[in-house]
């Protein structure tokens, strides 16, 4: 498909089967996500090197870890639960309406849209695709364009898997997005930037499409005074650096008791040289995505008139390799703490008191995801009822995001809206409610004339 694609084409094609099929039964949808695992499986080796070629250099370990794992156990849990999950779900009929029963049934929605984003191409554009289909919908895919080999692997994969009118990888650039979001689809998953979010929201907006959107943010780390500083390192570093800082739900910022912070910088960076001893020619180190994102990244770092920790190797412009960078107390209005900053550049701040570092969180937009360091439940529990977040992991980071049974989201700013799992297929299925009146009820006698009712109704 060159040019413009006919998306509307499309779009009624995959509603012509909607009605022509019907609901899909358990087996059918069974049979669907084995295939897709077993796709992603077989072409595992070529799915890695297209998203690494699309990078400049991403470790293959973490297309294994960040992307093809979690997507191969997230197909596996909902395999395991979707015959429980598509099960009716009784309800109690009123006492006033009896006999009569009355159930929940899950019905698929119609015709799914997916948008995704470029930094986890795979996990973030077949991730929604499962939950679509264990929802029993069709699916129309548009990948990002800065990912452009694995978008259109994706195409020709799916392609021999599934007929376009069931499941439809459409590529091109931010106009083909701009018109995708403007298809009446039953629903339409985004995963972007808040910005490009708004503009999907308003799209959807004029077909009453509903949306999930999966947006960004300024995700806090938050190390209370009891926790062990290079303990809490291992697994920021880990958070941080994977891909480059290049994650929705990586630390974005770190708060720390004021009298730790310069010891932890200094901790925190023996840490990442530790992990990275190089950042040139290092294949576990992925470059930014393009030219245009390192050089804000630059421009970030230059402009946030703080002190600057920056690792041993300098990078490599040209390969887009940026070396893992601290910066010291930077201002708040500066880039690097107004803007999610979606790179391997850290903000460490200073706190006086926890009661600071909480309303220090709050009075920002609510984030994707929160990360709070501290043995003490009690100093957890508050932090867990102090503040909002899309997800929360304790004493590490990123890890909330690959469990199967837990829905992952964000809340205000960061998204509206959860998928994975169970979650993911209540938000793409429509709860139908289903009342059935029994053979002797009696509810036709309520009826005018009302006078005969009258001191009955509210008894
Ligand atoms: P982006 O918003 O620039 O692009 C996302 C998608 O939107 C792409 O497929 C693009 O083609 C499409 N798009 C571009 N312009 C459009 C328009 N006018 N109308 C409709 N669609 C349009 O985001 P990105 O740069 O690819 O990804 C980075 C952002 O995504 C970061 O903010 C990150 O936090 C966020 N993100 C969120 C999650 C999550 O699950 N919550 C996951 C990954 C990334």
Redesign the pocket.
């Known amino acids: 498909m060159d040019g413009v694609p006919d998306l509307q084409g499309l779009l009624a094609r995959q509603q012509q089967a909607v009605k022509r099929h019907g609901t899909p039964d358990l087996k059918e949808r069974q049979a669907a996500l084995d295939g897709l695992a077993r796709l992603v499986r077989r072409h595992q080796g070529d799915l890695i090197s297209a998203v690494n070629a699309d990078f400049g250099n991403r470790a293959r370990q973490e297309t294994e870890l960040g992307e093809l794992m979690p997507l191969l156990n997230g197909i596996r849990h909902v395999r395991r639960h979707l015959k429980g999950w598509m099960r009716p779900r009784r309800r109690v009929a009123g006492l006033a309406f009896q006999p009569a029963s009355a159930r929940v049934e899950y019905q698929p929605l119609g015709v799914v849209g997916i948008?995704?984003?470029?930094?986890?191409p795979l996990f973030?554009t077949l991730g929604p695709l499962v939950d679509a289909l264990a929802a029993g919908n069709r699916v129309m895919i548009?990948?990002?364009?800065?990912a452009p080999r694995t978008g259109d692997l994706l195409r020709t994969l799916l392609g021999s898997l599934f007929p376009e009118d069931r499941v439809a990888v459409v590529t091109g650039?931010?106009e083909?997005?701009?018109a995708?979001?403007r298809l009446s689809f039953d629903h339409l998953v985004?995963?972007?930037?808040?910005?490009?979010?708004q503009?999907?929201m308003q799209?959807a907006a004029d077909n009453l499409t509903p949306v999930t959107l999966?947006?960004?943010?300024k995700s806090p780390v938050l190390i209370m005074p009891d926790y062990p500083l290079d303990k809490a390192a291992r697994t920021i570093a880990m958070g941080k650096f994977f891909n480059a800082g290049q994650?929705?739900?990586a630390p974005d910022y770190v708060l720390v008791p004021r009298d730790r912070m310069e010891n932890f910088a200094q901790i925190l960076m023996r840490r990442v040289e530790a992990m990275y001893p190089t950042i040139s020619g290092n294949p576990d180190y992925t470059s930014i995505i393009t030219d245009r994102h390192h050089a804000r990244l630059l421009a970030m770092v230059d402009e946030a008139r703080a002190r600057v920790v920056r690792h041993r190797d300098a990078g490599d412009t040209a390969r887009r390799l940026f070396p893992p960078t601290l910066l010291i107390d930077p201002p708040t209005d500066s880039m690097a703490m107004r803007e999610?900053i979606?790179g391997p550049v850290l903000p460490i701040l200073p706190y006086d008191r926890v009661e600071d570092a909480l309303a220090f969180i709050n009075d920002r937009p609510k984030p994707?995801a929160l990360y709070c360091y501290s043995d003490d439940s009690n100093r957890v529990t508050e932090v867990l009822n102090g503040t909002r977040s899309?997800g929360v992991t304790v004493n590490a980071t990123m890890l909330h995001v690959g469990q199967e049974d837990l829905p992952?989201?964000?809340v205000g700013e960061?998204?509206t809206g959860a998928y994975h799992g169970h979650e993911g297929f209540v938000r793409l299925s429509h709860a139908r409610a289903v009342l059935r009146m029994g053979r002797f009820n009696q509810s036709h006698l309520v009826a005018a004339p009302y006078g005969r009712l009258t001191g009955w109704i509210t008894r």
């Open positions: 948008l995704s984003p470029w930094n986890y973030l548009k990948p990002s364009e800065l650039g931010a083909v997005a701009a995708f979001s985004f995963t972007g930037s808040t910005r490009v979010g503009a999907v799209a999966e947006l960004g943010g994650t929705c739900v999610e979606f994707l899309g992952f989201g964000g960061s998204g």
